[in-house]
């Protein structure tokens, strides 16, 4: 029975162990960017801990094996358990130490959790369990539950409890084998009383820990974002904050400002009406990302649009900016026309199982600040949106700064150029964001900036919208390698350009 026991604490701690590998990879790609390189140095820096661990093992006395198992299921469960919030709050209140802290808790947890499994199989050796029988059952349980966490967090744990509230829960999860491991073991640990008084404290801690997860991540997101949370959520596919402060009503994805109400007009009539008004016949429009509906308002504002689809990843975001009455006032109810088909999927593989084609597109997706994002700025992407766009229809994609992202967004420019699309790059100055980029492109139309629009503007009219043409001596064109998938090198162009910014 006793050998049962520590064979199925392997599979709980080998859960728990990959899941604090897993929370951390995900914290520091949400919140520094730069997926591959989060998971790659926080892999390696575990990895390495672990191994030090193993070897350090090896100086636990026989006797005093069944003893420091449940004092390292305890560290292990409090120091993992506490990661995902101490680092939210770290980043949230005092962004400058958060790199240091986070290895500093890989290296910890890594090499805690690279003594569990030698000291598991040095307990069961003791119990005349055959060597090679020992080494079967102990890999087997240890592979079975990284596979099990490896499943669950990004389909269930991640988007449905949060990092911070799966943290604590598989630092309850080791302090319970703890908890068991006293139990079942008691008649062979010299100090039982006091590491069941220690257990059941940071039992306490943990559960109020996961119990408290909302006011916790509330508090830290009200030092990142300062004004007043109204509604958050996390899905899926991305973190979603929406702020108020007075009249200003701001959108986050991921951590990054999307819009404030106070001047995301001209973000958006800088976005539509340069195409819209070059093509009086359009009558289908296509927008791929858009999800809050302010580009969606803009075009159904002309009444020779007799159908728009709108293609957006996530059904939390279409659906906040349907139905919450204060987000649904921003795109005037956009969402709710006649006219409007919204589709919740990814816009490539939509693409790829769509015939319809479209005399516009509007690309509106977040900036290229990881891979999964930057898949949508590739050659293969512009080319599947080109097979949609009517030969004299016109594309529009949001862009990045050319001032901030220089060589990012003429690296956007030369990958819509790779595909045979004519382009045309302008920018127009948003005081949320600074001088922000947009590049027009089709594949046979000779294009001309309006010198009129048909409809009232609060932002454009023809003085500003041939500025937004005119590139200045400090935003000239740079000639840039074009997106690729098996490269990324826009993700990579986008990360060192918002660098040199903030340094």
Avoid at 314 to 343: C, H, Q, W, Y
Avoid at 378 to 401: E, R
Avoid at 435 to 463: H, V
Wanted: aromatic content about 12%.
């Amino acid at each position: 029975m006793n050998k049962k026991i520590l064979i199925l604490s392997v599979f709980v701690v080998a859960s728990c162990g990959l899941a604090y590998e897993l929370i951390a990879g995900a914290m520091s790609s949400y919140l520094l960017g730069d997926s591959i390189l989060q998971f790659s140095t926080i892999i390696g820096c575990y990895l390495f801990a672990m191994g030090v661990g193993a070897h350090f093992s090896k100086y636990v006395k026989d006797e005093d094996v069944l003893s420091r198992f449940v004092d390292i299921e305890l560290a292990v469960g409090l120091i993992g358990g506490l990661s995902a919030a101490i680092l939210f709050m770290t980043f949230s209140w005092m962004a400058a130490p958060f790199r240091t802290l986070l290895y500093v808790m890989v290296f910890l947890i890594g090499a805690l959790v690279g003594m569990e499994v030698p000291l598991v199989m040095r307990a069961l050796n003791t119990r005349q369990t055959e060597f090679s029988e020992l080494v079967s059952r102990v890999l087997t349980f240890d592979y079975l539950g990284a596979l099990a966490v490896s499943l669950l967090f990004p389909l269930v744990l991640s988007p449905y409890l949060g990092l911070v509230r799966t943290g604590f829960l598989f630092g309850m999860l080791n302090v319970g084998v703890g908890l068991w491991s006293i139990y079942v073991f008691r008649a062979e640990l010299k100090n039982m009383s006091g590491q069941f008084l220690r257990a059941c404290a940071v039992m306490l801690l943990l559960v109020t820990g996961f119990a408290m997860s909302d006011r916790m991540v509330e508090w830290g997101e009200h030092g990142l974002f300062g004004d007043q949370i109204v509604y958050s959520t996390t899905t899926p596919y991305q973190r979603l904050v929406i702020t108020r402060w007075k009249d200003d009503t701001r959108l986050y994805i991921n951590g990054n400002l999307q819009f404030s109400s106070r001047d995301e007009y001209r973000y958006h009539e800088a976005l539509v009406h340069p195409v819209m008004e070059a093509l009086p016949w359009a009558r289908r429009v296509l927008v791929l990302g858009g999800g809050d509906g302010l580009a969606l308002r803009e075009i159904l504002r002309y009444p020779n649009i007799e159908h728009v689809t709108v293609v957006d990843l996530d059904p939390a975001m279409t659906g906040a900016f349907t139905t919450r009455p204060e987000l649904a006032e921003l795109n005037k109810k956009s969402f709710s026309d006649k006219r409007v088909t919204v589709i919740n999927a990814d816009a490539a593989v939509w693409l790829r199982n769509n015939q319809d084609m479209f005399d516009a597109a509007i690309v509106d997706f977040p900036d290229p600040s990881s891979f999964a994002l930057g898949k949508l700025y590739s050659v293969p992407f512009y080319d599947l949106v080109k097979k949609h766009l009517a030969a004299k229809g016109l594309m529009v994609v949001q862009s990045t700064s050319p001032f901030f992202a220089p060589h990012a967004y003429w690296t956007i420019n030369s990958t819509l150029r790779e595909v045979g699309m004519r382009t045309w790059p302008y920018h127009a100055y948003v005081p949320s964001f600074g001088e922000w980029g947009f590049i027009l492109a089709s594949p046979q139309l000779d294009y001309t900036p309006p010198t009129s629009y048909r409809l009232p503007m609060r932002y454009l009219n023809a003085d500003t919208t041939r500025e937004m043409f005119i590139f200045p001596p400090d935003m000239q064109p740079m000639a840039m390698a074009p997106n690729r998938l098996n490269t990324q090198s826009l993700v990579h162009e986008f990360e060192q350009d918002w660098n040199r910014v903030i340094r």
